[in-house]
């Protein structure tokens, strides 16, 4: 679901956040999380809200090494990206996908587990704002024709007022050493620890395509 | 793996940059992915590469909807994120983890399969790039106390001649429709398609934390 992207709407937007309070640091980011995700999502503008709430609880500071769980795909990866850096090619943001919109984020940690805390959407806190609410639990009741801008607006003076957080313990994966080896199908190279039998997966279970040429 | 980052070596990179005919516009990706990863690493580089590579072979004008997979959680999902505008969060980026710095982009398709590109370091190409091969292959020849910058440099060199490509039919897969429901273990909130029996996967298989507070 998208919020149409025109002079009028960003006016209006920005003039929203000033009256609610958002300040300029956190308008900020919402334009650079906007700009990363190609477009202005509901779920975004949680999610900023999200990340920005777990930053503070950490107490983390900018630039800080830090890592993430996102438990869900939907939004909540591209503002745990671009605003704590924790990337899925740095290998400090995974995704869990349990559905709920929800992140963890940690310190590092040189042991199997370490404290962090679990920011997420909270149902109950939900049923005051009747159109979040509408649009999160997917009712029919949701329009999304003509409830886009009270949607985005809503969610903008709800900021943290949706959210809970938890103080958890977060396990740590291991890491696993490997060695490069030639997949017997395709020939190309592979870690011994991603084969399945003596081929690749892109051979196996996860093959996705087939080649034309 | 990173490189350190100080004036002295971005300078010198610059300079290798220019002389080995990267145009100003592909320079300017290099310092925008590297930024988002928060680290300039050797397999980030090639990611450039790659992604400028495909984008060409699919002859994607600037800011096209794409859709994008990555073979591999290591550094390659972030050119694609920040290059091409596929992210997690938007959907329009899929790891499927199969061990291979590979990728593969296609339009958008209404039907269930569509030509796309895949572009992968090719293991044969490879032998003529001494370090990157051994740095490549994992080989316990690659030192990464004194052979770091001239791997970079090799890259840089290199460019897309450690790179091939083949024209694939990639699937592409279902939406799936969902309501929402709630977990009866943590009581929160969750697509009914994400439960495993009566509780959902935090509570379950994806279990990745305990609750502190």
Redesign the interface.
């Known amino acids: 679901m998208q919020f149409p992207s025109h002079s009028r709407a960003s006016t209006e937007m920005r003039e929203s956040m000033d009256a609610y309070g958002i300040s300029p640091a956190l308008q900020e980011q919402f334009t650079r999380c906007s700009s990363?995700?190609?477009?202005t999502?509901p779920?975004?503008f949680i999610?900023v809200f999200m990340v920005d709430y777990a930053l503070e609880l950490l107490g983390a500071r900018h630039?800080e090494?830090l890592y993430a769980?996102a438990?869900t795909?939907?939004?909540?990866?591209?503002?745990i990206?671009?605003m704590a850096?924790c990337?899925?090619?740095?290998?400090r943001l995974q995704?869990?996908?349990?559905?709920?919109f929800?992140l963890?984020m940690n310190r590092p940690s040189e042991k199997y587990a370490i404290?962090?805390v679990?920011v997420?959407?909270n149902?109950e806190k939900l049923k005051k704002f009747r159109i979040i609410n509408a649009w999160?639990?997917?009712?029919p009741g949701f329009d999304s024709g003509t409830m886009i801008y009270p949607l985005i607006d809503e969610i903008l003076k709800a900021g943290r007022d949706i959210l809970s957080y938890?103080?958890?313990?977060?396990?740590v994966p291991p890491k696993s050493s490997?060695?490069?080896v030639?997949c017997n199908d395709c020939?190309?190279?592979?870690?011994d620890?991603?084969l399945e039998g003596d081929h690749?997966?892109?051979c196996g279970s996860?093959s996705?395509?087939?080649?034309?040429?």
Chains 1, 2 share one sequence.
């Open positions: 990363f995700h190609t477009v999502a779920g975004l999610g630039g090494k769980v438990e795909y939907k939004c909540i990866p591209d503002p990206q671009v850096g990337t899925f090619g740095n290998h995704v869990v996908p349990i559905g709920k929800a963890t404290e962090g679990r997420y959407v149902a999160y639990t997917h009712s938890q103080r958890v313990i977060v396990r490997w060695k490069s030639k020939g190309e190279m592979v870690p620890i991603a690749c997966k892109g996860q996705y395509y087939e080649v034309l040429s």
